[in-house]
């Protein structure tokens, strides 16, 4: 069974950070592109960065661009997204994403794989 796993969030300060790691397990993920979604109270789920297999292309959504740092160990099969300097509008549920086609990572309509999220809250 194909489990993508969360964890590492919680409650922090404004202008804190979190580092979040995605365990997958189930079967490797070669080839494939990882990424992190999230989805805040009453609004709807938003692309936040992907990573390629190699690590040599990282994409990040315009909002957390210089504050958020993808990454990934494939030996480990785990992603990670360090998250600096955190705004309250950072609050949400992340969930970690996987597929072989970097466009779906567009909206995230027809991921292969998700998560089950955890929740990053950030107080001001």
């Known amino acids: 069974q194909v489990q993508l796993v969360e964890s590492g969030g919680g409650l922090v300060q404004a202008g804190g950070s979190v580092r979040l790691s995605c365990a997958a397990s189930g079967r490797t993920f070669t080839g494939y592109f990882m990424g992190w979604f999230r989805q805040a109270p009453g609004k709807e789920r938003e692309f936040v960065a992907t990573i390629s297999w190699s690590a040599g292309s990282t994409y990040y959504a315009d909002s957390v661009k210089g504050r958020f740092t993808i990454s990934r160990d494939n030996a480990k099969n785990t992603l990670y997204l360090q998250m600096n300097s955190l705004k309250p509008e950072d609050t949400a549920v992340y969930y970690c994403?996987?597929?072989?086609?970097?466009?779906?990572?567009?909206?995230?309509?027809?991921?292969?794989?998700w998560g089950k999220g955890t929740l990053v809250t950030v107080s001001s």
């Open positions: 994403a996987a597929d072989r086609n970097r466009v779906v990572f567009i909206t995230g309509a027809g991921m292969g794989y």
